[in-house]
């Protein structure tokens, strides 16, 4: 708006300097001066007008950009800060797996040597099983920690969304069990004494 108030007394002052109004030097000296000083400061007043306004509405805009980029910035620090807790949760249930394992391997082992000392062979297993049990849950564990500092968070929303259907549908499936047989399930009521 502003600028278009610019332009139209540009064009008043235009047609001021370059009207060819019949009027006597006299009045042409007096007027055409007074008349273009006007407008020529009207003209910069609101020129100066739209340019403060312009700086202020930049200023604005830079600002509100900056805390829209801090508020992303948090969200995406939240969201990576939740991931790498679900994937130390599960190094934490693979390694307390892992204990198990080595816990029953050393029992085993126990039991063996005391059963027959000669018997090392099936030890032997145990051990190669609890190690091969380990190296497994270590490799998927670093599996899942590196597929979960690759994620995105447009992927992180379809994993949200995806466990949130999964959980709607899940709710429904059980009151569906409970409720779909609930007239024939119901006593049948008397119509004498209780």
Same mark, same amino acid.
């Given at each position: 708006?502003?600028?278009?108030?610019?332009?139209?007394?540009?064009?008043?002052?235009?047609?001021?300097?370059?009207?060819?109004?019949?009027?006597?030097?006299?009045?042409?000296?007096?007027?055409?001066?007074?008349?273009?000083?006007?407008?020529?400061?009207?003209?910069?007043?609101?020129? =100066?007008?739209?340019?403060?306004?312009? @700086? +202020? &509405? $930049?200023?604005?805009? !830079?600002?509100? #950009?900056?805390?829209? %980029?801090?508020?992303?910035?948090?969200?995406? =620090?939240?969201?990576?800060?939740?991931? @790498? +807790? &679900? $994937?130390?949760?599960? !190094?934490?249930? #693979?390694?307390?797996? %892992?204990?198990?394992?080595?816990?029953?391997?050393?029992?085993?082992?126990?039991?063996?040597?005391?059963?027959?000392?000669?018997?090392?062979?099936?030890?032997?297993?145990?051990?190669?099983?609890?190690?091969?049990?380990?190296?497994?849950?270590?490799?998927?564990?670093?599996?899942?920690?590196?597929?979960?500092?690759?994620?995105?968070?447009?992927?992180?929303?379809?994993?949200?969304?995806?466990?949130?259907?999964?959980?709607?549908?899940?709710?429904?499936?059980?009151?569906?069990?409970?409720?779909?047989?609930?007239?024939?399930?119901?006593?049948?009521?008397?119509?004498?004494?209780?």
């Amino acid at each position: 708006m502003r600028v278009l108030r610019f332009c139209w007394w540009l064009v008043v002052v235009l047609l001021l300097t370059t009207s060819t109004v019949l009027c006597t030097e006299e009045e042409e000296k007096e007027t055409v001066p007074e008349k273009v000083e006007e407008v020529v400061e009207d003209v910069v007043d609101t020129a =100066q007008e739209t340019v403060n306004a312009a @700086q +202020e &509405e $930049a200023a604005r805009l !830079a600002e509100a #950009a900056k805390k829209e %980029a801090e508020a992303q910035k948090a969200k995406l =620090q939240a969201q990576q800060q939740k991931l @790498q +807790e &679900e $994937a130390d949760a599960q !190094a934490r249930h #693979a390694q307390e797996a %892992a204990q198990r394992a080595a816990q029953q391997a050393r029992e085993t082992q126990v039991k063996e040597e005391n059963a027959n000392s000669s018997s090392s062979s099936a030890l032997d297993e145990v051990k190669s099983k609890a190690s091969d049990f380990w190296s497994s849950a270590k490799t998927q564990t670093k599996n899942i920690v590196s597929k979960t500092k690759n994620i995105s968070s447009s992927d992180a929303k379809k994993i949200a969304a995806g466990v949130l259907g999964v959980w709607g549908v899940s709710v429904g499936a059980g009151w569906l069990a409970q409720n779909i047989n609930k007239e024939e399930n119901e006593p049948v009521k008397s119509r004498g004494r209780k």
